[in-house]
């Protein structure tokens, strides 16, 4: 049985306050072809790494979110807001592209991950694009998880050395949450990542598309 309550209420925010060395794969310019007009959305924007990036490749039109308002001090070339990703305060439809870089892994419940790709979709144009980089259960962590399914009940569920609470992902559950939510997956890659403590892991690239 799954121990829901010890999950529940776990944000991670006191880590996000601290400015990390994020390390998840931004998306390079091809994937981002047909993306120029936008608006783009990037969700969990931290101090605005991808925002920058995108800034550098030509992009405007750029907005950002994130539930912790300290990172977002730092952007003053985008529009930030405060918010939760389960609940994005936009309307409808406004958005070309959207992204969600290293954030999937600190959404902790199956019903938060959820709505995070709902409203992801919700948000997006039709034919908009959903850009993911996501941390995978990997055979590094195997001892980590072990612990955690102990304590939380979830198998990818782990504590991190560095304080927090994070969940990484299986590619069964991040392709159903991208067609659950409605999404058309047009690619979706394994790859190497490196955790932002520069430890080795593997995660997913992906690209989902609002029919
Ligand atoms: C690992 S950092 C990645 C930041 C940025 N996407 C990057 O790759 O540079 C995760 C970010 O997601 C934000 N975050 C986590 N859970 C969130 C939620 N439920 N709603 C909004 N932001 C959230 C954190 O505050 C943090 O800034």
Redesign the pocket.
């Known amino acids: 049985m799954r121990k829901k309550s010890r999950i529940k209420g776990i ?3 006191e880590i ?1 306050k601290r400015e ?1 060395k ?3 794969p ?1 998306p390079g310019a091809k994937i981002l072809r047909g993306l120029e007009a936008g608006p783009l959305l ?9 925002l920058e990036h995108l800034r550098n490749l030509g992009f405007s039109n750029l907005f950002g ?4 308002e300290k ?1 977002l001090r730092k952007i003053d070339f985008a529009m930030v807001a405060v ?4 609940a994005l305060p936009f309307r409808d439809e406004a958005f070309a592209g959207a ?1 969600l ?3 999937l ?3 902790l419940e199956d019903e ?1 991950r959820l709505r ?1 790709f709902q409203e992801a979709f919700r948000v997006l144009k039709r034919g908009g694009r959903l850009f993911l ?1 996501a941390f995978a259960v990997n055979k590094h962590y195997a001892e980590k998880y072990r612990k955690g399914l102990e304590e939380f009940g979830i198998y990818g569920v782990f504590r991190s050395s560095h304080g927090g609470v994070f969940r990484h992902t299986t590619e069964e559950e991040l392709r159903d949450l991208f067609v659950r939510a409605g999404f058309k997956i047009l690619r979706m890659k394994r790859m190497p990542f490196t955790t ?1 403590h520069g430890n080795r892991a593997e995660g997913f690239v992906a690209l989902g598309e609002k029919p």
């Open positions: 944000l991670n925010q996000w990390g994020y390390s998840a931004l990037d969700i969990g924007c931290g101090y605005g790494r991808l979110i994130d539930f912790v990172p918010g939760r990703a389960e992204f870089v290293g954030i892994s600190s959404i938060g995070v980089s932002m």
